[in-house]
Nanobody
Framework: QVQLVESGGGLVQAGGSLRLSCAAS????????MGWFRQAPGKEREFVAS???????????SYAEFVKGRFTISGDNAKNTVYLQMNSLKPEDTAVYYC?????????????????WGRGTQVTVSS
């Protein structure tokens, strides 16, 4: 089992920045695939970004179109942690942000391909 714990959410004004962190513990993988999803009230959970990396190498990073150029995903192998740097935040970015991890090396934006999930952290962007 893999346990994921998100942190870094909060309230920020439009145009501001936040950095989310997701610490993984338990069973870990030498090559990791982790992602961020978000869910706004009344909406389905949607893909935000994902990354695959190993020691010293980032294999790929993928982003949803609506965050390209504003959000950056990165991983720290030594800390078993993945980050989501969010800049130029908009009110429509308001949601609960979830960290997810895949047991297989898949490049996917589908929730079904992720096996482990955190409990989420709230991000609220005021106008």
């Amino acid at each position: 089992q893999v346990q994921l714990v998100e942190s870094g959410g909060g309230l920020v004004q439009a145009g501001g920045s936040l950095r989310l962190s997701c610490a993984a513990s338990g069973r870990t993988f030498s090559s990791r695939v982790m992602g961020w999803f978000r869910q706004a009230p009344g909406k389905e959970r949607e893909f935000v970004a994902s990354i695959s990396w190993s020691v010293g190498s980032t294999y790929w990073a993928s982003y949803a179109e609506f965050v390209k150029g504003r959000f950056t995903i990165s991983g720290d192998n030594a800390k078993n942690t993945v980050y989501l740097q969010m800049n130029s935040l908009k009110p429509e970015d308001t949601a609960v942000y979830y960290c997810a991890a895949a047991a297989k090396l898949v490049r996917s934006s589908s929730r079904d391909d992720y096996d482990y999930w955190g409990r989420g952290t709230q991000v609220t962007v005021s106008s």
